[in-house]
């Protein structure tokens, strides 16, 4: 039989050597379907990474971030602080609060009387984890959440703080979070895209939210989230023009598409190609959106889990509803923005029906993954930008009473993909005021996020002006005593 000899001294003959072959071919064409656009020329920026390749094996697929924006008080959900009732209207102690930084709002203060939480905290579960009598559905799951008492941030006002969680930076101009895990990860789903924004409002005192808190910053555009609304057409510019049909229109992008790949090929601008991507992307959600923003088909139980709200176009509920579909249709990145959270002043009234507006459904969401085999494989978080303060801004009124912005300390929750459920992470001094044990920066928060998603936070960076930029920044550290 004729022999192939290849230099090395390896000497096969033509089967063995037409059947390696078929076996490369074939991890060839695995390989294209796993990784679009792995053989169409293009190289990343670093060579060291490629865009749809975890670096390690994930634990969560996709992340759901539940935020709350205006800061919900810590003191009023999931840090029970029995001592601020029982020292009501007494100063906080100068050794406690060690001169740090104040708000424009209470620096002209001349005390600052402690005040504790209006309403009740039961224990709840087999974690036996302290909530707030405002979260009664949350206090159904506290066995699945892992509730992180030690947040805290640089950032003492909304926007900077706001734009910390998102970005990594308290400055503009800086590819947010989700963008960050759409160029890691890519898409699952070609019909959608991998990062996705809903928001809406509360009746409380409401924060502002920006389209750069979803931006693609230096990342090329294809990354940017894409933004939802809860009017006629979800998404604008989506539908075809009137008087033109499906046909006309797949010619029309074609013909531009040619257009734009003459650009490309002269000009070799990478927007040029995320431009062609983004048309493509627009033609196939035609088909795809409306079917998921379609609610009429969820069944009576599945309705009567997330309240009656959740038929109603733009609602928390609605949105939570609608986050399900999406991620379960394989968008990485579903970013939720519920406004109304900034209490200054009456918070008892104000946060009660905030935390109507968002406990049933924020504890459907969990328990309705979970039944649909999705929460594994889904991480769950719900959380605002920064604490509040447990002195009173202002005159202490029973039940009329105001807390200011606290970046010390503050609580979230996580649930799903890879965090360990029924536990409590770190803990807070008797006042509320100061981290005791086990800190979470929001750079370790990031960092841990990525790395539940199969990302080294050091690792997924991009190279721009001259700098390597990722989430992290320069910091972060991966908090494993949350993950399971």
Known sequence: MEKVLFEG???????????????????????????????????????????????FAPKAKRVIYLFQNGAPSQLESFDYKPKLNAMMGQELPESIRSGQRLTGMTSGQKSF????????????GQSGAWVSELFPYMAKIVDDLCIVKS???????????????????????RA?????????????????????VLLSRGKGNGQGVYSKLWSN????????????SSGENPILYLQDPEGMDRATRRKMLDQVAALNEINYKDFGDPEIAAKIQQYEMAYRMQTAVPDIMDVSKEPDDIVKL????????????ANCLLARKLSENGVRFIQLYHQGWDQHGNLPNE???????VDQA????????????????????????????????????????????????????????????????????EFGYNITRDPVHVHDFHATVLHLLGLDHERLTFRHQGRRYRLTDVGGNVIRGIMS
């Open 9 to 55: 001294s390896l000497n096969i003959n033509r089967r063995r050597f037409l059947s390696n072959l078929s076996i490369g071919l074939g991890s060839a064409a695995l390989g294209s379907l796993l990784i679009p656009g792995l053989f169409d020329g293009s190289s990343p920026e670093d060579a060291s990474f490629m865009p749809g390749i975890p670096h």
């Open 113 to 124: 009387p402690l005040v504790g939480s209006y309403y009740k905290f039961n224990q709840h």
């Open 151 to 173: 947040m805290n941030t640089d950032a003492i006002n909304h926007d900077p703080a706001l734009t910390f969680f998102q970005t990594g930076s308290q400055q503009g101009n």
């Open 176 to 196: 947010s979070m989700g963008s960050w895990v759409s160029y890691g990860l890519g898409t699952e789903n070609k019909n959608l895209p991998a990062f996705c």
């Open 217 to 228: 910053g230096f990342l090329d555009s294809i990354h940017q989230g894409v933004q939802f």
């Open 306 to 317: 997330y309240g009656a709200d959740c038929l109603q176009p733009g609602t928390y509920a």
């Open 351 to 357: 946060m009660k029906g905030q935390a109507k507006d």
């Open 362 to 429: 924020s504890a459907a969401l969990i328990t309705d993954l979970k039944q649909r085999g999705l929460l594994d494989e889904t991480l769950v978080i719900w959380g605002g930008e920064f604490g509040r303060t447990n002195y009173c801004q202002g005159r202490i009124i029973v039940d009329n009473y105001g807390r200011d912005h606290h970046p010390r300390c503050f609580s979230i929750w996580m649930a799903g993909g890879g965090i360990k459920p029924g536990t409590v992470y770190g803990e807070t001094d």
